[in-house]
Nanobody, 125 residues
Framework: QVQLVESGGGLVQAGGSLRLSCAASGRTFSSYAIGWFRQAPGKEREFVAAITWSGVWMTYADSVKGRFTISRDNAKYTVYLQMNSLKPEDTAVYYC??????????????????WGQGTQVTVST
């Protein structure tokens, strides 16, 4: 299985920016796409953004479109999530996940096989 480690979370004021990183190791050759999900207390884990290693596609949840940007560095096996214009409702634990198989656009938790431990993002008012 692929191992994933998130970093870059922290506390930021509303309107500020933060960049998250997801570093992959292990059986990285077996993964097709990396996705970002988030989970706030008492809420279900929700899709944020995803990208394929090949660049076939990238996609975003409507709630973050225009504010967040997903990108990749294939040589470093790292995926980034640049978060701008942050809102208090963006507060959550952010997880990255690896999918072995293609579903054209992988936007469900069930599409992913390996998960990181998460990194906390807190946006203050």
């Amino acid at each position: 299985q692929v191992q994933l480690v998130e970093s870059g979370g922290g506390l930021v004021q509303a309107g500020g920016s933060l960049r998250l990183s997801c570093a992959a190791s292990g059986r990285t050759f077996s993964s097709y796409a990396i996705g970002w999900f988030r989970q706030a207390p008492g809420k279900e884990r929700e899709f944020v953004a995803a990208i394929t290693w090949s660049g076939v596609w990238m996609t975003y949840a409507d709630s973050v479109k225009g504010r967040f940007t997903i990108s990749r560095d294939n040589a470093k096996y790292t995926v980034y999530l640049q978060m701008n214009s942050l809102k208090p409702e963006d507060t959550a634990v952010y997880y990255c996940a690896a999918a072995r198989r293609s579903y054209y656009y992988n936007t469900r938790t069930a599409d992913y096989d390996s998960w990181g431990q998460g990194t906390q993002v807190t946006v203050s008012t």
